[in-house]
């Protein structure tokens, strides 16, 4: 089966720094669409950052300067570079990922979730 794990997220004051992870396993043919998305508390689930299988990128205004996507595609890894981190950004943050199966059949898979939390 397919499976999506995020990490690198935790406590850190305004201004400081997180570099997001998301590891994919399972059986897996390609990768095509990936995203990051976000939801603080009474909030709805919103979209971060995506990236497709090219390395195009679309970031939300409020993270666009601060915050990098990137992927690797031999290791099938998302990542988040966070900097310039503000006390709105906290949320829980999910990995999004569009997903060929060796079956044929594409599928959108969402990892459990890491937790930002920016104050001081």
């Known amino acids: 089966q397919v499976q999506l794990v995020e990490s690198g997220g935790g406590l850190v004051q305004p201004g400081g720094s997180l570099r997001l992870i998301c590891a994919t396993s399972?059986?897996?043919?390609?990768?095509?669409?990936m995203g990051w998305y976000r939801q603080a508390p009474g909030k709805g689930r919103e979209v971060v950052a995506t990236i497709t299988s090219s390395g195009s990128t679309n970031y939300k205004d409020s993270v666009k300067g601060r915050f990098t996507i990137s992927r690797d595609n031999g290791k099938n890894t998302l990542y988040l570079q966070m900097n310039s981190l503000k006390p709105e950004d906290t949320a829980v943050y999910y990995c999004?990922?569009?997903?060929?199966?060796?079956?044929?059949?594409?599928?959108?898979?969402w990892g459990q979730g890491t937790q930002v939390t920016v104050s001081s």
């Open positions: 399972g059986s897996i043919f390609s990768i095509n669409d």
């Open positions: 999004d990922a569009e997903i060929l199966g060796v079956a044929g059949i594409p599928s959108h898979y």
